[in-house]
Protein backbone atom coordinates (compact mmCIF):
# COMPACT_ATOMS: atom_id res chain seq x y z
CA UNK A 1 0.00 0.00 0.00
CA UNK A 2 1.39 3.73 -0.45
CA UNK A 3 2.29 5.40 2.52
CA UNK A 4 1.71 9.14 2.66
CA UNK A 5 3.68 10.89 5.77
CA UNK A 6 2.72 14.67 6.42
CA UNK A 7 4.93 16.78 8.48
CA UNK A 8 5.11 18.66 11.09
CA UNK A 9 2.79 16.06 13.04
CA UNK A 10 1.91 18.81 15.31
CA UNK A 11 1.30 22.85 14.13
CA UNK A 12 1.65 25.65 16.78
CA UNK A 13 0.40 29.07 14.05
CA UNK A 14 0.05 32.56 15.71
CA UNK A 15 -3.48 34.02 14.08
CA UNK A 16 -2.93 35.57 10.72
CA UNK A 17 0.41 33.90 9.36
CA UNK A 18 0.68 31.75 7.49
CA UNK A 19 1.45 27.98 7.80
CA UNK A 20 2.38 24.96 5.40
CA UNK A 21 1.86 21.08 5.85
CA UNK A 22 3.79 18.61 4.21
CA UNK A 23 2.46 15.52 2.54
CA UNK A 24 5.46 12.59 0.94
CA UNK A 25 4.53 9.39 -0.88
CA UNK A 26 6.35 6.19 -0.94
CA UNK A 27 5.53 5.93 -4.64
CA UNK A 28 4.50 8.49 -7.71
CA UNK A 29 0.83 9.81 -7.38
CA UNK A 30 0.62 10.60 -11.10
CA UNK A 31 -1.90 8.10 -12.22
CA UNK A 32 -1.27 6.97 -16.00
CA UNK A 33 -4.07 9.25 -17.33
CA UNK A 34 -2.56 12.13 -16.61
CA UNK A 35 -3.97 12.91 -13.38
CA UNK A 36 -2.52 12.92 -9.82
CA UNK A 37 -5.41 11.99 -7.22
CA UNK A 38 -3.94 13.70 -4.02
CA UNK A 39 -6.72 15.42 -2.34
CA UNK A 40 -6.58 17.01 1.38
CA UNK A 41 -8.93 17.24 4.01
CA UNK A 42 -10.13 18.96 7.23
CA UNK A 43 -11.20 17.53 10.84
CA UNK A 44 -12.11 19.90 13.22
CA UNK A 45 -13.05 18.82 16.79
CA UNK A 46 -15.74 16.62 16.61
CA UNK A 47 -16.43 16.75 13.33
CA UNK A 48 -16.65 14.68 10.49
CA UNK A 49 -13.99 15.52 7.70
CA UNK A 50 -14.63 18.42 5.04
CA UNK A 51 -12.83 18.05 1.57
CA UNK A 52 -10.38 21.32 1.34
CA UNK A 53 -8.63 20.33 -2.32
CA UNK A 54 -8.63 17.64 -4.53
CA UNK A 55 -6.47 16.51 -7.01
CA UNK A 56 -3.82 18.33 -5.60
CA UNK A 57 -4.66 22.01 -6.15
CA UNK A 58 -8.62 22.04 -6.96
CA UNK A 59 -9.93 23.94 -3.78
CA UNK A 60 -13.87 23.03 -3.27
CA UNK A 61 -16.82 25.06 -3.50
CA UNK A 62 -16.85 27.04 -0.41
CA UNK A 63 -13.38 27.06 0.53
CA UNK A 64 -11.37 30.22 1.54
CA UNK A 65 -8.92 30.85 -0.98
CA UNK A 66 -6.52 31.32 2.10
CA UNK A 67 -6.42 27.31 1.43
CA UNK A 68 -3.92 25.95 -1.66
CA UNK A 69 -2.18 22.40 -2.90
CA UNK A 70 0.38 22.19 -5.01
CA UNK A 71 2.80 19.40 -5.66
CA UNK A 72 3.82 16.72 -8.18
CA UNK A 73 4.91 13.10 -8.33
CA UNK A 74 5.62 12.40 -4.27
CA UNK A 75 6.01 15.75 -2.95
CA UNK A 76 3.02 17.72 -1.96
CA UNK A 77 2.03 20.93 0.05
CA UNK A 78 -1.13 22.64 1.48
CA UNK A 79 -0.68 25.98 2.49
CA UNK A 80 -2.84 28.38 4.85
CA UNK A 81 -2.20 32.23 3.63
CA UNK A 82 -3.32 33.75 6.92
CA UNK A 83 -4.65 31.27 9.88
CA UNK A 84 -7.47 32.21 11.44
CA UNK A 85 -8.95 30.86 14.71
CA UNK A 86 -11.29 28.85 12.70
CA UNK A 87 -8.71 26.77 10.84
CA UNK A 88 -7.80 24.74 14.50
CA UNK A 89 -8.15 20.98 13.65
CA UNK A 90 -6.00 18.51 12.32
CA UNK A 91 -5.49 17.89 7.94
CA UNK A 92 -5.08 14.66 6.26
CA UNK A 93 -3.55 14.38 2.87
CA UNK A 94 -5.14 11.30 0.75
CA UNK A 95 -4.25 9.54 -2.12
CA UNK A 96 -6.35 7.57 -4.49
CA UNK A 97 -4.17 6.55 -7.27
CA UNK A 98 -3.60 3.77 -6.23
CA UNK A 99 -5.92 0.81 -4.53
CA UNK A 100 -6.23 0.97 -1.50
CA UNK A 101 -7.00 4.86 -1.11
CA UNK A 102 -4.63 5.67 1.83
CA UNK A 103 -4.35 8.69 4.18
CA UNK A 104 -1.40 10.64 5.79
CA UNK A 105 -1.17 10.59 9.45
CA UNK A 106 -2.42 13.67 9.89
CA UNK A 107 -1.22 17.36 11.10
CA UNK A 108 -2.88 19.09 14.14
CA UNK A 109 -2.70 22.96 13.89
CA UNK A 110 -3.66 24.96 16.61
CA UNK A 111 -2.94 28.48 17.75
CA UNK A 112 -0.69 29.89 19.66
CA UNK B 1 -27.20 20.13 -0.61
CA UNK B 2 -25.41 16.75 -0.15
CA UNK B 3 -26.73 14.95 3.08
CA UNK B 4 -25.44 12.03 4.61
CA UNK B 5 -26.69 10.03 7.48
CA UNK B 6 -25.06 7.05 8.93
CA UNK B 7 -26.69 5.23 11.17
CA UNK B 8 -26.52 1.18 12.60
CA UNK B 9 -23.60 1.83 14.84
CA UNK B 10 -23.59 0.10 18.20
CA UNK B 11 -22.01 -1.82 21.04
CA UNK B 12 -21.06 -5.60 19.76
CA UNK B 13 -19.06 -8.78 21.67
CA UNK B 14 -15.72 -9.58 19.45
CA UNK B 15 -16.93 -12.08 16.74
CA UNK B 16 -20.44 -10.52 16.40
CA UNK B 17 -22.06 -8.92 13.39
CA UNK B 18 -23.54 -5.32 12.28
CA UNK B 19 -25.15 -3.72 9.77
CA UNK B 20 -24.05 -0.19 9.12
CA UNK B 21 -26.46 2.20 6.29
CA UNK B 22 -25.89 5.57 5.18
CA UNK B 23 -29.04 7.10 3.76
CA UNK B 24 -28.57 9.72 0.92
CA UNK B 25 -30.00 12.76 -0.46
CA UNK B 26 -29.14 16.02 -2.03
CA UNK B 27 -27.60 14.38 -5.71
CA UNK B 28 -27.88 11.44 -8.06
CA UNK B 29 -26.76 8.43 -6.08
CA UNK B 30 -26.67 6.04 -9.07
CA UNK B 31 -23.88 8.37 -10.51
CA UNK B 32 -21.65 8.05 -7.84
CA UNK B 33 -19.06 5.94 -6.39
CA UNK B 34 -19.57 5.31 -2.24
CA UNK B 35 -16.76 4.90 0.43
CA UNK B 36 -16.74 3.78 3.58
CA UNK B 37 -14.26 5.61 5.85
CA UNK B 38 -13.47 4.50 9.73
CA UNK B 39 -11.53 6.01 12.20
CA UNK B 40 -10.37 4.69 15.44
CA UNK B 41 -10.58 6.69 18.75
CA UNK B 42 -8.07 8.95 18.49
CA UNK B 43 -6.43 7.98 15.64
CA UNK B 44 -6.33 8.92 11.78
CA UNK B 45 -8.84 8.16 8.74
CA UNK B 46 -8.57 5.04 7.34
CA UNK B 47 -10.20 3.82 3.92
CA UNK B 48 -12.48 0.51 4.38
CA UNK B 49 -13.96 -0.10 1.32
CA UNK B 50 -15.50 1.56 -2.20
CA UNK B 51 -18.40 0.80 -4.33
CA UNK B 52 -18.54 1.58 -8.51
CA UNK B 53 -22.19 3.44 -9.14
CA UNK B 54 -24.03 0.19 -10.06
CA UNK B 55 -22.68 -1.87 -6.84
CA UNK B 56 -20.47 -4.13 -9.69
CA UNK B 57 -17.25 -3.19 -7.98
CA UNK B 58 -16.09 -3.19 -4.19
CA UNK B 59 -12.65 -2.41 -3.37
CA UNK B 60 -11.63 -3.24 0.34
CA UNK B 61 -9.29 -2.95 2.29
CA UNK B 62 -6.95 -6.09 3.53
CA UNK B 63 -7.97 -6.06 7.17
CA UNK B 64 -11.54 -6.56 6.43
CA UNK B 65 -11.61 -8.26 3.04
CA UNK B 66 -13.60 -11.15 3.64
CA UNK B 67 -15.22 -9.73 6.54
CA UNK B 68 -16.80 -6.83 5.43
CA UNK B 69 -19.23 -6.49 2.63
CA UNK B 70 -20.05 -3.21 0.67
CA UNK B 71 -23.09 -2.99 -1.10
CA UNK B 72 -25.83 -0.60 -2.20
CA UNK B 73 -29.60 0.17 -3.34
CA UNK B 74 -29.97 2.84 -5.71
CA UNK B 75 -33.54 2.48 -5.59
CA UNK B 76 -33.04 3.47 -1.97
CA UNK B 77 -30.27 6.27 -2.34
CA UNK B 78 -28.58 4.28 0.38
CA UNK B 79 -25.04 2.85 0.94
CA UNK B 80 -24.20 -0.56 3.11
CA UNK B 81 -22.23 -2.18 5.04
CA UNK B 82 -22.37 -5.60 6.56
CA UNK B 83 -19.66 -6.29 9.00
CA UNK B 84 -19.04 -10.19 10.61
CA UNK B 85 -16.17 -11.80 12.81
CA UNK B 86 -16.06 -8.10 14.05
CA UNK B 87 -13.01 -7.32 16.39
CA UNK B 88 -11.91 -5.21 18.99
CA UNK B 89 -9.87 -3.32 16.43
CA UNK B 90 -12.93 -2.63 14.00
CA UNK B 91 -13.81 -0.08 17.45
CA UNK B 92 -14.17 2.90 15.36
CA UNK B 93 -16.56 6.16 13.97
CA UNK B 94 -17.46 4.66 10.58
CA UNK B 95 -18.05 7.66 7.66
CA UNK B 96 -19.76 7.10 4.24
CA UNK B 97 -18.38 9.33 1.75
CA UNK B 98 -19.95 10.76 -1.43
CA UNK B 99 -17.17 9.13 -4.30
CA UNK B 100 -13.90 7.58 -4.22
CA UNK B 101 -12.17 10.72 -3.29
CA UNK B 102 -14.31 11.84 -0.11
CA UNK B 103 -16.39 14.40 -1.70
CA UNK B 104 -18.86 14.74 0.87
CA UNK B 105 -19.00 13.07 4.30
CA UNK B 106 -21.77 11.80 6.89
CA UNK B 107 -21.91 12.45 10.79
CA UNK B 108 -20.32 9.13 11.36
CA UNK B 109 -22.03 6.18 13.33
CA UNK B 110 -19.89 4.88 16.07
CA UNK B 111 -19.14 1.16 16.44
CA UNK B 112 -17.82 -0.16 19.44
CA UNK B 113 -16.53 -3.64 19.99
CA UNK B 114 -15.96 -5.51 23.16
CA UNK B 115 -16.96 -7.86 25.88
Known amino acids: DVVLTQSPLSLPVTVGQPASISCRSSQSLSHGDGGTFLHWFQQRPGQSPRRLIY???NRDSGVPDRFSGSGSGTDFTLKINRVEAEDVGVYYCMQTTHWPGTFGQGTKVEIK | EVLLVDSGGGLVQPGGSLRLSCASSGFTFSDFWMTWVRQAPGKGLEWVAS????????FYVDSVRGRFTISRDNGEKSLFLQMHSLTIEDTADYFC????????WGQGTPVTVSS
Open chain 2, 97 to 104: AKGEWGDN
Open chain 1, 55 to 57: MVS
Open chain 2, 51 to 58: INPDGSVQ
